[in-house]
């Protein structure tokens, strides 16, 4: 089974609004920081939000320049992370990533992950926003 999937992707106006699911598997999903990344061509990777789906979980990080606007959320019936994203801008459009890191806690999810420390990667969806 692929660890991750990502889907939703697509374009929308500015203002508009777009969700993406990243469906894990169950190791995948259960007690880790699932993360979504975006990644822009000729742009740094950024850890756009995760959150830890542990014991007490929930526990999110949004990098600044989604804050207010992204909201990362969890369905542990279907091991799926959700990343609803409203009031979207042009420089919204990425290519986007969901990346599982293994066995780190809530502390390191909620602080502003690194790609580096990501296990397992999606095979990423688009997001294009027009002005």
């Known amino acids: 089974q692929v660890p991750v999937v990502e889907s939703g992707g697509g374009s929308a106006q500015a203002g508009g609004s777009l969700r993406l699911s990243c469906a894990a598997s169950e190791h995948a999903y259960r007690g880790n920081c699932i993360a979504w990344f975006r990644q822009a061509p000729g742009n740094e990777r950024e850890a756009v939000a995760s959150?830890?789906?542990?014991?007490?979980?929930?526990?999110?990080y949004y990098a600044d320049s989604v804050k207010g606007r992204f909201t990362i959320s969890q369905d542990d019936a279907k091991n799926t992370v959700y990343l609803q994203m409203n009031n979207l801008k042009p420089e919204d459009s990425s290519m986007y990533y969901c990346?599982?890191?293994?066995?780190?806690?809530?502390?390191?999810?909620?602080?502003?992950?690194?790609?580096?420390?990501?296990?397992?990667w999606g095979q990423g969806t688009q997001v294009t926003v027009s002005s």
């Open positions: 990346a599982v890191s293994l066995n780190r806690g809530r502390s390191y999810c909620s602080s502003g992950p690194t790609g580096g420390d990501f296990e397992y």
């Open positions: 959150i830890y789906t542990g014991f007490g979980g929930g526990i999110t």
